[in-house]
């Protein structure tokens, strides 16, 4: 019976996660390729020089149209730059703060302490000036799409030539690992768009990997953290397992 | 209440004056427990675990959340990225919310096979489905907080089902939203009660272990304890026995916390609440996906929401549905056949929750909602009549005896 138990409980797990996992999947005929990403796995990681790299592809391809709400200046720390360095980046960017002792509202550098501000003042100044199409934030891209790296990687490498029987309508552009295959977003990536400064390859899988990971990041910023504390977790809670079933047997060796 | 059996003098004058100390005296050595129970019987002390970890984590996570639509869904964002140790909060929070549905369903499919609600434990099942059912009422609203798209959708499409109640039907939605649609008012009183609901499910707690006290555990033979032989003391037995479920509990828990979080999450809970923006397929959490499916199987709206509930009303009688004197399933050849067939039409429920309703998904969820029934309100009350049980041992220790000797 305990094991028939055991077995149905682990069928049932079993079940339900394939469940997920394909009511995630969503729509059919799309291309999902799996990459090895260096924060997958047990004892997952990020990369700070692919971060810094995606972050660079971020500021010079993605922002003109994608906000990055949740991010601050000061969280740019995680990547490896050190205080001067995110206080000369954030100072790039321009920020609204006030009222000042006039009543008035002025523009001011940003501080580490800042977000990532819009590129658009709302969603219809955003709207008007994509074709009516909303780009969206990207802070949490990562986790609010299935296969989130995967897909990001998939979508920003997916721009093919639209097969003879689809007729793509003025402003949609054709991407096979999107669902329903027609996109508002205009191809970002076609390789050699930014120069790194370390001299890694510019090729566009290597800068849609880059600036995925940094996405990921921007998702999960404690991604590492977790890992580290799950790996000590597992392996204290194995200890207590075995130690409280040896109790267990102990305890009950007369009950007959 | 002899408060002399305590050596300490402290303990002997707070125990003379409030009894607890002889309370838990008699709950750890004196409540005779049978000895014979098997792991299957880890799961309540399970869901009290996951119950005290809900309100814990809950509590904390309050107090740096903000019940409002322009600001929940960035509050969870601040959780999750400013406040120490936020996302471990939340993360297990959402896991255990899991984990708790998970034990719940064992602790009631454990009661079934070895037939817990029959006599004299019906209203010690019965307080149980009290709690399964605050329990959904509970989840459903936590799971609206963080003001996701599936977290609006859902509650779009559930408190929507009260619209079928004919006449005052729209009346009620209107009640519960407060307003013409899911909004503000909506968010705010989900949170109240969600806030609420995890302490009546409490109270209920107590009465559902103050009803198991009355005639102690039910154990895999399903026959009576007999006397001191059948029984043994529940501490040490079992409070050791119970903390190797909790260890086991615990370990599984951390992976999912720690390795993959967001595994039995929706991603659509990740994109803010958007009221102008339908997602592609709206479903709930997996603990509600065999409800969802009963639902969805009758193609008529008020129809639909009667069978779901109705799913959960069957359970409520079930103690005079089932009529067979022998509790144990492992002397019901047949019971336990259908009992088998019962998780299995349950788990093809929960996956045809996920599903689209279209084509042949519509025609099995039909099937498998048809046979749930037909399990509670006619092969149960006709097997309690035809079918011929097994001889039952004489007592607890008979068997136990036996199987400790000579191979059986």
């Known amino acids: ?256 | 209440m002899s408060a002399a059996k305590f050596s300490n003098p402290v303990v002997r004058w707070i125990d003379h004056r409030l009894p607890v100390f002889s309370m838990l005296d008699h709950t750890a050595h004196e409540y005779p427990t049978p000895k014979n129970l098997n792991y299957m019987w880890n799961f309540g002390s399970l869901a009290g675990l996951s119950l005290v970890i809900m309100i814990v984590t809950g509590i904390v996570l309050a107090m740096s959340y903000t019940a409002h639509v322009d600001y929940a869904f960035g509050s969870v964002e601040r959780i999750m990225r400013d406040v120490n140790h936020g996302w471990l909060i939340r993360y297990i929070h959402m896991n255990t919310a899991s984990f708790f549905f998970i034990v719940v369903y064992l602790h009631i499919f454990r009661g079934l096979y070895y037939g817990s609600y029959k006599a004299p434990r019906e209203l010690l099942w019965i307080l149980g489905v009290v709690i399964f059912l605050l329990m959904m009422a509970t989840a459903f609203m936590g799971y609206v907080l963080p003001w996701g798209q599936m977290s609006f959708w859902g509650a779009t499409v559930i408190t929507n089902l009260f619209s079928a109640i004919p006449v005052v039907g729209e009346s009620i939605v209107t009640f519960l939203w407060g307003g013409f649609s899911v909004d503000n008012p909506t968010l705010n009183r989900f949170f109240s009660l969600h806030y609420l609901m995890p302490f009546v499910i409490a109270g209920v707690v107590v009465l559902h272990i103050v009803a198991l006290h009355r005639f102690g555990s039910n154990n895999p033979i399903g026959i009576d304890t007999k006397g001191p032989q059948d029984t043994i003391s529940f501490h040490p037995y079992y409070t050791i026995k119970d903390i190797v479920g909790v260890a086991l509990f615990l370990l599984l828990l951390a992976v999912a916390v720690f390795f993959y979080p967001n595994a039995m999450g929706h991603p659509d809970n990740y994109i803010p609440a958007n009221p102008m923006q339908t997602p592609a397929h709206i479903v709930p959490e997996w603990y509600f996906l065999p409800f969802y499916a009963i639902l969805r199987a009758v193609p008529d709206k008020l129809g639909g929401v009667l069978l779901m509930f109705g799913a959960i009303g069957v359970l409520f009688i079930l103690p005079w549905l089932d009529r067979s004197p022998v509790r144990s399933a492992r002397f019901r050849p047949l019971f336990r056949i259908f009992f088998w067939l019962l998780v299995v039409d349950a788990v093809a429920l929960g996956y045809l929750g996920g599903k689209p309703a279209e084509g042949s998904y519509v025609v099995m969820a039909r099937i498998a909602t048809a046979w749930y029934f037909l399990h509670f309100l006619v092969i149960l009350p006709a097997l309690s009549i035809f079918e011929n049980t097994k001889p039952l041992p004489k007592s607890i220790s008979e068997p136990v005896l036996a199987t400790t000797g000579e191979a059986v």
């Open chain 1, 1 to 256: 019976m305990r094991k028939v138990f055991v077995a149905a409980t682990m069928a049932l797990l079993a079940v339900t996660g394939i469940s997920g996992a394909a009511q995630a999947a969503g729509g059919g005929d799309v291309r999902l390729e799996k990459q090895e990403w260096s924060f997958a796995g047990v004892f997952g990681h990020y990369d700070k020089a692919s971060m810094q790299r995606g972050f660079q592809v971020y500021r010079e391809v993605c922002a003109g149209c994608h906000s990055l709400e949740y991010v601050a200046f000061r969280n740019l720390a995680d990547l490896g730059y050190n205080e001067a360095e995110i206080k000369a980046i954030a100072a790039e960017y321009e920020v609204q703060d006030g009222p000042d002792e006039d009543g008035e509202m002025f523009m001011r550098p940003a501080r580490p302490a800042d977000r990532f501000p819009s590129p658009y003042a709302n969603d219809n100044q955003a709207r008007a000036n994509n074709n009516g199409a909303l780009p969206p934030d990207l802070s949490l891209i990562a986790k609010a799409r299935a296969y989130g790296p995967d897909y990001l990687y998939s979508l920003l490498t997916g721009y093919v030539e639209a097969p003879s029987s689809v007729s793509v309508p003025e402003g949609m552009y054709y991407n096979d690992a999107y669902s329903g295959h027609m996109i508002a977003m205009p191809q970002p990536i076609y390789g050699d768009d930014v120069t790194y400064a370390d001299g890694a390859p510019t090729s566009a899988q290597a800068i849609s990997a880059d600036v995925t990971h940094f996405l990921m990041w921007a998702a999960e910023p404690k991604l590492e953290t977790r890992k580290r504390i799950g790996v000590a977790a597992v392996f204290f809670l194995s200890i207590f397992l075995i130690m409280s079933y040896l109790a267990k047997r102990r305890v009950w060796a007369d009950v007959h």
